[in-house]
């Protein structure tokens, strides 16, 4: 590996060290208050649009992108 490619990887993981990404799968309810501690902390990066479970499951899925530092 090249110093160039060993600088390009070390910068790379620490940008991905600075976020976290979660699948929440969650009762609506539950999920707004998980993303309401979240945005209260200044953590909150992104939240994806719900996506429904589907047939009888009333849970949705999201995905959450958080900053860890």
Do not use: H, K
Request: no cysteine; net charge positive; hydrophobic share 40%.
């Amino acid at each position: 590996m090249t110093t160039r490619e060993r600088t390009y990887a070390r910068a790379n993981n620490q940008r991905m060290a600075q976020y976290a990404e979660l699948w929440i799968i969650a009762r609506p309810q539950e999920i707004e208050a998980m993303v309401q501690a979240a945005s209260a902390s200044g953590r909150l990066v992104y939240l994806s649009p719900p996506a429904l479970m589907g047939g009888d499951d009333t849970r949705q899925r999201r995905y959450l992108r958080l900053r860890t530092n």
